[in-house]
């Protein structure tokens, strides 16, 4: 049934070989300019009704990010993610409230979380969870939670750990370590 | 400055050019509440901004940030086995969900099949979760509206599930026992006898709640025709669950995505017609005589003997190749799902926690809110069920 | 509104008079038989291998000095923040030893935070005894691997046909799948003579990076095909996964590098470094593992090193020790010229005392090394024993390829790896010679403290050769100048109560092992006859052994001793000499030439 819907979409779509994850799930690359047009076709033509979740992945290496909309067809059971790379360079999406507005929400999250505006979804730039946050969002990768912690945050005192074999190396055989000899 | 509210609207505000209610505040007809982040009506720390005019409510809005503990993040940063111990606690009344989806979204992408006793203990655990859920759900809901004993009667029948969890898992709260690869133990000797014993005491008290509440002339004068959520609401609102069971919409994924062994188990998805706030706890109600009916059903169908653990490889460097999926299944909330991304490494690239909350206690809530009164609030934001963890996970 | 509705919530009021069901004091509430509460840690399970501290995500375990360090044991042991701990008992899970449990104690309440910071086994608690707490189900270890992969091997009756090499090696799969057991943790390198970079050569495997893997094998062993093949693997005992199913086959693993990048890469990969030449000549005398290490690391310092060897090929014991099909000479040849290609200069034929002389190699040289094997067997001095022969001796004339007598019935005296070694050897021959074997095994241990690994023991067996344990040799009888057989009495105990190697016999228990041939292999030692009586009257000694200095320096300044010589019948001990004698070489030749 993917496959045959999949076959449908390209002949309208410019979409990525897909990912059949399994019988009732499928990924696929499309294109951002035709985002809109394709979330509308799956909702109002093929049944895709329920957004289940929109968020973002941060391929930081490749300097993009991934959008996933997941759509649900209820009836059918089939799960499809619309992939949609932007790049991460002052990204920007589609806003998609008009098409269900509980995608304002998911919105406010990633604007606050990743950075990633929509211009035009209501409340886009209101605080979402972080409150007085200065910080770069903090869900993008280049966000070091570790350093921030460290920073924001006093580790507690006396706490000395050992590597077995270093420790066994001090103990045992300090010098005796081989190295080509200089 | 007196007026009726009811009959005299020329005070309420009234739509601007963007058809938006136009509220200024200096005009000193109305007031800014708060309800929460500490309030018996608000089942866990989050906050909704009240606007009212008189003792209507005119606009609301949510606030989440009170628990933020950044999960998703933390998880990137933790080793595949590392993570487990984390997802639980994304939910405390249920946290089982979030180890089954982890499980099971790690076991596909990974290639892991697991045992089927191990299968029939999740689903055991999965309903003694939503058990407990519905416990603290009717507890919530009657403390919101002012009748403290069920919460009590209910918080002690969880107690007595707890137990049942403490000696299973071996923790109350955070079980951390659904691993990636199966279940971290077979059930302790004599444990369907003590559980029958713990299901017979909840059906005790649930008549008792019977007569208490959904017999109570208050109750239903406070519940019947409050609180109803247009079914035209639920697909651009993501409704799930109950929620929308309660609109009569007959979708339950344990039946019409099965996972685990649901389709080996004889059950009904429990619906209503009325969308209102009384029958989101009726379809409840019955929901938990169902998962009454379904341990009982489990204890007895469950293979006696078998593995609950499948191989897996050494957790310490565990690599898994780069993929992503979505594992999701019925929640006492609604759909309850986890988008794994992982990028071949040992550490996954992006976890997504798709919590029902999200959903309804975000922009369905304050969709709901402009035009019930301050009174009414609790039990709405109550009857759609959230859990705010799931929101700022 | 019904009046039922108005009166029904009041049958609340019926549960008024019921006992409350809440716990009046929570404190000593005992929890379930699994509940995971406050950690118990057995200290002699515990190895301190810190995979509980590797698991954690919470970061709530540090591990901290507890007992001195030795083989297998760090010595440390986890101290666990409850400040941090959750609870989620993955440290059970994970521990190697099943040392670390949990009791179901958790009330415990103290006003000082810090009291909540312990190392348990060491800070004793009073839920140390307690039974009931969180265990691994069945006591097993299910989140890291228990068992290696089966070694590939020829089946008994193919490997008895030949000399070819017994062992496979691991296939790809099979080698990833014991790489990924490793748990890092790196007790083992301690025990290793040479101190390998186990756990990161391992990671190698696993990540199918072999050059890597193969670069760095040789940052510490110039032998790493060999050490594959037949090192003594003391690390597998020293390995964390052994207390609970097999060691980590590190042995198998290193081979699995060395077998997995073509020969010819080796030269590209194991370049010498551009360094000066110092103008240096070191003399070493001895061509095994030890010397060959030396002249390798020398050289790669840029020194002009010239390696005499008596025999005919270069290799010393590895090659007329270690018989064929466990060691094939291909291998051998291949990595000694990755030695040569460093520049070493190997000469064979040239035996110390005959063909040339110390004082020579002293005069021409500025740093002679001493790398002597144990190519002496011992006797066991019973009658007739000058009839017999010596398995060390028959070893280096089967490599040779001389031809040996193989009668149909050979009897062999040992226990040990050599005994085996020459066991197995003439079994092929007889195979070969008389299309039977006919060769029995009489060992002064029992099979209890046997000296033989039991791979070579079961191997032997599966050959066709039969071993007696707890024999004693009392006479190579020999009737009309032939050998005709060894009679054997039953030993009871091998030393007195000091200690000392003082057998006892139960003369009542008498066989005749029926033989043409009896060898001895019961312990070998080095032929130093080649010191020269000056030289040995001037060199300090140590209970019959050259005394050296830590850095295998003797008493004599220009002369430093490595190997079998020094350290006992072993290769890879002979490798971290050959280190530490070309590290001590260096410096003094380095000084010499700041001072000059």
Redesign the interface.
């Known amino acids: 049934m993917m496959k045959d819907l999949i076959a449908k979409l390209k002949k309208h779509y410019k979409l990525t070989e897909p990912d059949y994850r399994r019988a009732d799930l499928t990924f696929v690359t499309a294109q951002k300019d035709e985002l809109r047009s394709l979330l509308i076709a799956l909702r109002d033509i093929e049944g895709f009704t329920h957004l289940v979740l929109l968020t973002a992945v941060d391929w930081l290496e490749e300097g993009l990010f991934q959008l996933t909309y997941m759509l649900n067809n209820r009836a059918a059971n089939r799960t499809l993610a619309l992939r949609v790379m932007i790049p991460r360079a002052n990204a920007v999406g589609d806003t998609i409230h008009d098409l269900w507005p509980t995608a304002e929400t998911y919105q406010r999250e990633l604007r606050e979380m990743f950075g990633i505006d929509f211009p035009g979804s209501p409340r886009v730039n209101d605080e979402f969870i972080l409150e007085g946050w200065t910080d770069m969002p903090p869900y993008r990768r280049d966000f070091d939670s570790l350093a921030y912690s460290l920073q924001t945050y006093r580790e ?1 005192p006396g ?11 001090k ?3 300090p010098d ?7 | 400055m007196m007026f009726n509210l009811k009959t005299d609207r020329s005070q309420y505000p009234q739509p601007g050019p963007d058809g938006k209610l136009e509220i200024d505040l200096e005009t000193g007809k109305y007031l800014k509440l708060w309800q929460g982040p500490n309030h018996p009506g608000i089942t866990g720390n989050m906050s909704v901004e009240l606007t009212v005019c008189g003792d209507e409510v005119v606009a609301g809005k949510t606030h989440v940030g009170y628990l933020h503990r950044g999960f998703e993040k933390l998880m990137e940063r ?2 595949f ?6 997802v639980c606690r994304v939910c405390v009344p249920e946290p089982d969900f979030n180890e089954y989806c982890y499980a099971a979204a790690v076991e596909e992408l990974a290639g892991i099949k697991v045992p089927e006793l191990a299968n029939w203990m999740r689903t055991l655990i999965l309903e003694m979760g939503r058990f407990n859920s519905y416990m603290m759900f009717l507890g919530g809901i009657s403390g919101a509206l002012g009748l403290g ?1 069920v919460g009590q009667w209910m918080t ?1 029948v969880r ?1 007595l599930m707890l ?1 049942r969890f ?6 109350r709260i ?1 079980h ?1 026992f659904i691993l990636p ?1 199966g279940v ?3 059930l ?1 000797d004599g444990f369907a006898g003590r559980m029958e014993e713990v299901l017979r005491t909840a059906e005790k008290y649930l008549a ?1 709640v019977e ?3 959904f ?4 109750y ?2 406070r519940t019947k025709g409050i609180g109803v959520i247009d079914p035209k609401l639920f697909e651009p609102y993501g409704v799930t669950g109950p929620n929308a069971r309660a609109g009569g919409v007959a979708k339950d994924l344990r039946k019409d995505a099965p996972y685990l062994v649901y389709n080996e188990l004889d059950f009904e998805v429990q619906t209503g017609k009325d969308s209102d706030i009384h029958t989101r706890v009726d379809v409840r109600y019955r929901d938990i005589h169902q998962s009454i009916a379904l341990i009982r059903q489990i204890l007895q169908k469950m293979p006696k003997d078998g593995p ?2 499948a191989k ?6 565990w690599q898994i190749p780069r993929g992503e999926t979505y594992i999701k299944g019925e929640s006492s909330r609604g759909e309850y799902g986890y988008y794994l991304v992982t990028d071949g490494s040992g550490y996954p690239r992006r976890i997504n926690v798709r919590g029902p909350s999200y959903t309804h206690a975000m922009a369905l809530l304050e969709h709901l809110i402009p035009g019930t009164n301050i009174s009414d609030v609790a039990q709405l934001m109550v009857s759609l069920h959230t859990y705010p963890p799931e929101i700022e996970r | ?2 009046l ?3 009166l ?2 009041y ?2 009021w019926k ?1 008024l008079f019921e006992a409350p ?1 809440t716990i009046k004091d929570p404190i000593g509430r005992e ?6 509460g406050f950690h118990q840690n057995d200290l002699s399970k515990c190895i ?4 509980c ?3 954690c ?2 970061a709530a ?5 507890v007992s ?2 030795k083989t297998g044991d ?3 042991r986890p101290m666990i ?1 409850y ?1 941090r701990c ?5 440290c059970v ?2 521990c190697m030893t099943g040392s670390l449990t949990m009791s179901n104690e958790y009330t415990w309440v103290d006003s000082d935070p810090d009291a909540f910071r312990f190392t348990p086994g060491v800070d004793l608690k009073s839920w140390d005894a307690e039974e009931k707490g ?1 265990k691994r ?1 069945n006591n097993e270890r ?4 228990t068992h290696r992969p089966e070694m590939g091997m020829l089946e008994p009756e193919a490997r008895i046909a030949s000399f070819g090499e017994i062992v496979h090696g691991y296939t790809r799969a099979e080698a990833v799948i014991e790489a ?8 083992c ?2 025990t290793c003579p ?2 390998m970079d186990i ?1 990161d050569y391992i ?1 190698k495997v ?1 990540e199918g990076d072999y050059e890597g893997g193969l670069k760095l094998l040789y ?2 062993n110039p032998f790493s095909q060999t050490c594959g093949r037949v090192c003594t693997h003391a690390c597998e005992t020293a390995c964390a996964a052994v207390h609970e199913g097999d060691a980590i086959a590190i042995r198998w693993l290193k081979r699995d590098i060395t077998d997995n990048v073509p020969r010819e890469r080796y030269f590209d990969l194991i370049s010498k ?1 551009d360094v000066p030449e110092t103008g240096k000549k070191v003399a070493i005398v001895g061509a095994g593992p030890g010397g060959l290490t030396t002249a390798f ?2 050289a ?2 840029g020194n002009e090193v010239v390696v005499f060897e008596a025999l005919p090929k270069p290799g010393g014991m590895m090659r007329y020790g270690i018989p064929e099909y466990r060691l094939p000479y291909d291998v051998l040849d291949h990595e000694i010229s990755v030695i040569e290609k460093m520049g070493v200069d190997i000469r064979c034929n040239q035996r110390i005392g005959t063909d040339i002389t110390l004082d020579q190699l002293k005069k021409d040289h500025d740093a002679v090394v001493l790398s002597l094997g144990l190519n002496q067997g011992r006797s066991t001095r019973v009658p007739g024993s000058e009839e017999a022969e010596s398995a060390i001796d028959l070893l280096r004339r089967i490599t040779a390829g001389d031809k040996v007598p193989v009668p149909k019935q050979v009897a062999i005296i040992g226990g040990g790896n050599v005994a085996m070694d020459i066991a197995r050897s003439m079994a092929r021959l007889q195979r070969q010679k008389h299309g039977e074997v006919g060769v029995t095994v009489t060992a002064l241990e029992d099979f209890d403290h046997f000296l033989a690994d039991d791979e070579e023991v079961e191997e032997a067996r599966e050959e066709g050769c039969v071993i007696y344990d707890a024999r004693g040799p009392q006479e190579i009888v020999v009737k009309s100048g032939k050998v005709a057989g060894l009679r054997t009495w039953k030993c009871k105990a091998i030393f007195d109560a000091e200690g000392r190697f003082a057998p006892k016999y139960d003369a009542s228990d008498e066989m005749v092992h029926p033989a043409q041939m009896v060898v001895e292999a019961i312990g070998q030692s080095a032929d130093i006859s080649l010191l020269g009586a000056e030289l040995t009257e001037k060199l300090e000694w140590n209970r019959g052994r050259i005394r050296i200095d830590q850095n295998g320096r003797t008493s004599e300044p220009w002369l430093w001793a490595a190997g079998d010589l020094v350290s006992g019948p072993d290769v890879i001990h002979a490798v ?1 000499d050959g ?2 004698v ?2 001590s ?3 003094m030749l ?1 000084a010499t030439r700041e001072t000059h």
């Open positions: 507690r706490r000395v750990t050992h590597d077995p074999r270093e420790h066994m190396k103990a045992l055989y005796q370590k081989p190295e080509a000899a200089k | 933790r080793s086995i590392q993570v487990f111990p984390i004993v002690y107690d137990d403490e000696e299973l898992t071996g923790a955070y951390m690869g971290r133990g077979h302790p008792d007569k208490v509440m017999r109570n002339a208050v239903k004068r609950v653990m897996i490889p050494n957790v310490l460097h | 509104m019904s039922r509705d108005v029904s919530p049958t609340a549960h069901v929890a379930a038989e699994r509940y995971r301190g291998c810190g995979s501290e590797d698991i995500q919470n375990i540090d591990m901290v000095p001195d360090p760090s010595g440390l923040d400040g959750c609870w989620c008992a993955l899970d994970v969180y189900e299910r989140l890291t691997g990924d057991r490793c748990v890092e943790c790196g007790l390198v301690a040479a101190h756990p990671r696993r940052e510490t470094p690391d020398l790669r310092a971290a280190h530490r070309a590290k070489v260096s410096a380095q």
